[in-house]
Each structure stands twice: as C-alpha cells, then as structure tokens.
C-alpha cells in the first residue's frame, strides 16, 4: 500500500489509468481499416517475436468488465484513444457506422459509472492509405487530422470531459521517422523534420476543428525527459543543449511560445530538411490550450560524440535503478519536469497523463508499487513548488501491446493471460485502491 493519502492532493485532484487503442482494442474486424502499425509489425524484424496487435487484450469485446475494473479502483477518469481507422477506414471519406458505435458504447459506459472519458484523437496507429500518400511527412495530413477531428467533435463532443489532439508528437515524428524505431520505421532526416513540423501543424489544426464543434476542454500530451549531461564538461552539456532540444523544446516551444529552438534551427544538419515556409505555420501549431498533458518515465543522459554524423551527441549510461525497459528510475525528475514547464512556459493547469514502469511479475509487482508511491510524491513536490499539477494517470491499466516490444513488456495495473484474456490485479492496482478509496 502507498504511504501517501488522496487528502493529500486535494479533493478537485484527478486520478485516472490509461490505455491506447492499438495496444489493448482488437477487434480488427467490423470494418476496421489496416493501420501502419499491422503493416510494421508483420514485416519481420520489427516487433519482438513478431507479434502484433490483432487481438491485444481484447477489449473490444471485454470493455464492460475493463471499465468495471477502473470503477472498482477508485479512479475518476479513463485516459483512452480513438482509433482513427476504426472510425474512418482509409482516413478520410466514408465512415465505419460500426466504430462509432463501439466508441458511442465504450463513452456511455464510462459515464455510467461515474468516469470521466479524457479522450486522445490520435495514439500513433494512422490508416495505412494515409502513409500510401506520404502520411506525416505530407503537409495535407493537417487537413485529414482536422477532418477527423470534426468527426470526433460532432459524435462524441458533448461527452468528453477532456481531448488531447495527439500522444507524444516526438514518438510520432522522431522515433518514427528518424531513429526507425516504431512505424512506419524510416531512418531518415527529411522525413524527420517534416513530421517534426507536421506533427504540430495537424495538432493546431486539429484543435481549431474541434472547438469549431464546440468541443471544451482541449490539450496536447507530450512525453518530456529530464535532459542531463553524463558530465559537466563543456561538451558534454553543449551536447545536452541539442538532446533537450531534440526531445523536449522542440514541442514545448513550437506548442506554448510559437517557435522552435534556434539549437535546431540554426543547425545547418537539420535545419535544411524543414518544410519551406514552416515559419507562416507557428500561429496555428501554438494555438492556445486549456491543459497540457505530461508522459515522464526516465531521464536523458546526454555525451559529446564528436565521431558521429548528423547530431554529434550519443546516450550515456547512468547508474540508477532501471526498469524492465532499461529507463531509469528517476521520480525527481518528473518534479523538476513540471516546475520547469510551469516556471518558463506555462501556467494552464498540467496533468501527468502517462508514468509507470515495465516489470516481470505474476500478481505481485512490489517494485511498482514502490516507483508509483515515488513518483506520485514527485507530484506532491512539484505541486509545493508551484506547479498547477491537476491529475495523474497510470499507465496502464492492462498488460498490453508494447509496441515493437511486443507483449514481452507488461506496464498494467492488471494482469492479462493472453492466452485466455483473464484479468487479475496486481499489488499496484490494490495500492491505487487502497488510495482511492480512502477519502481521509
């Protein structure tokens, strides 16, 4: 159990558990449109014993009982995603009657039993006739993503207590396109910088779609790191400058100050690579937010490497306690993320929508208990420090799909037998529970 209390937060304070779609849906059938994640996981090499999400945890079919289990935990809000080929099978043009109905089931279920629905349009799994068209890498994807946005405004709008446009634009965009590392896994610099920029541009977009529907309540989620230098060399932290640039500044600034960081823009390497004109698009990527969302799991410990082409910068390795993932475990870096943003960018209210960690375990995980209990207390002193933390959500509430780690990772609250999709809590989720449900 968590040494903490929910009285500590303070009573408007939002707990919630978190899923995306890809990693827990299934259900690929009922006029679901290919993503570009069924096409990178079944090219070889990709994913980890090449498994994909056809069936993930099945919660297509077992949302009932899923949404049971959040209720049962004591937690306000559900953090979800849409699946954008789901609702419209080739991206833009006809609707999937069966998506929307499942969508409309999945909202009204959540209200039901008292959850708050914190909705994400889009969670990395972009309709394959998309990518056939250039996906991130064309400019006309701001168009498709505010298209689909309307979509979601005009169907489910009046249900959602908060929206974010898109989940971690650098996974979307730099994972993706530079180090090839998720889908579509190009390795490739223009490719790069143009989703760096598109990814933006779509998110402003999108949000000016949705509040044309009326849609409330509007923000983006950004995975952040807490960037460090491996030593205190001149070098060293000269190489951090463009790894917190790379990793953090470049949504934070492009998002909330309507610029990009001049250690890229001004880096003959990158900077050629950009759309032409990308300047005359900084209204629109910083259109004002309600909330932004915060996904913190580690730090980036940065070093000069001076012998490598392109960014002359390389990962150090550190000497903390990792996870299963190898990412170190770091609570007060999550403190200084959120007085950072709070302090040099900010003051809408922040919600720490992602933290949690991989961990092998049956039943009993009590290493996550012990990284939850330290990171919610991050929260706390972030908090004491000024920050406007709103709420915090764990991810994730099920064993899941772990992208290109397939399902050998398991970040859930729940335990899921994949071969029989039986759930069963785990210690973490019975500490959550234990929390929650104790109002002193």
């Known amino acids: 159990m968590f040494s903490i209390s929910r009285s500590d937060f303070g009573p408007d304070f939002t707990f919630g558990a978190a899923t995306a779609a890809y990693q827990i849906e299934g259900g690929q059938t009922d006029g679901r449109g290919p993503s570009i994640w069924d096409s990178f996981s079944a090219t070889p090499g990709n994913v980890q014993n090449g498994d994909t999400g056809r069936d993930a945890c099945d919660h297509y079919n077992r949302w009932p009982a899923d949404l049971d289990l959040i209720r049962d935990g004591g937690f306000d809000a559900y953090r979800f995603s849409f699946a954008w080929p789901r609702l419209i099978p080739e991206g833009t ?55 689909y946005a309307s979509l979601i405004g005009q169907k489910f709008g009046d249900r959602l207590h908060a929206t974010a446009t898109i989940n971690e634009p650098w996974c979307v965009a730099f994972l993706s396109h530079f180090l090839g590392i998720h889908a579509p896994g190009y390795r490739d610099i223009r490719a790069a910088a143009r989703a760096m920029h598109h990814v933006l541009l779509a998110h402003g977009t999108a949000i000016d779609a949705l509040r044309a529907e009326g849609v409330k309540n509007l923000g983006i989620v950004l995975n952040l790191e807490k960037s460090e230098p491996a030593t205190q060399s001149p070098e060293d932290v000269a190489a951090t400058d463009i790894g917190d640039a790379l990793f953090n500044r470049w949504y934070l600034d492009g998002v909330l100050k309507g610029e990009y960081p001049e250690a890229l823009t001004g880096n003959d390497f990158f900077a050629q690579h950009l759309p032409a004109g990308y300047e005359k698009d900084m209204d629109v990527v910083s259109r004002p937010l309600d909330w932004l969302g915060i996904n913190y799991y580690t730090r980036g410990l940065y070093k000069s490497a001076p012998e490598q082409l392109g960014f002359p910068i390389a990962q150090a390795k550190g000497d903390l306690e990792t996870t299963e993932m190898g990412w170190e475990i770091y609570p007060q870096g999550l403190t200084d993320l959120l007085v950072r943003v709070s302090n040099d960018y900010t003051k809408i209210p922040l919600y720490v929508t992602e933290n949690g960690m991989a961990e092998v375990e049956g039943d009993s995980d009590p290493r996550r208990v012990d ?57 973490s989720f019975r500490a959550f529970q234990g929390l929650l449900h104790n109002t002193k």
Request: charged fraction near 20%; aromatic fraction near 16%.
């Open 93 to 147: 043009g006809a609707i999937n009657q069966a998506g929307l109905d499942f969508y409309d089931r999945l909202i009204d279920g959540m209200l039901a039993r008292g959850i708050k629905p914190y909705a994400t349009l889009y969670h990395w799994d972009l309709p394959s006739a998309l990518q056939d068209k250039g996906g991130w890498m064309n400019r006309d994807i701001a168009f498709w993503l505010g298209d």
């Open 371 to 427: 990284y939850y209990e330290a990171h919610l207390k991050a929260v706390l002193n972030a908090r004491a420090a000024g920050a406007d933390v709103r709420g915090y959500f764990a991810w994730s509430l099920l064993d899941n799909y772990e992208w290109a780690e397939g399902y050998n990772k398991r970040f859930g609250l729940v335990h899921v037998d994949y071969a029989t999709q039986a759930r069963t809590p785990k210690a």
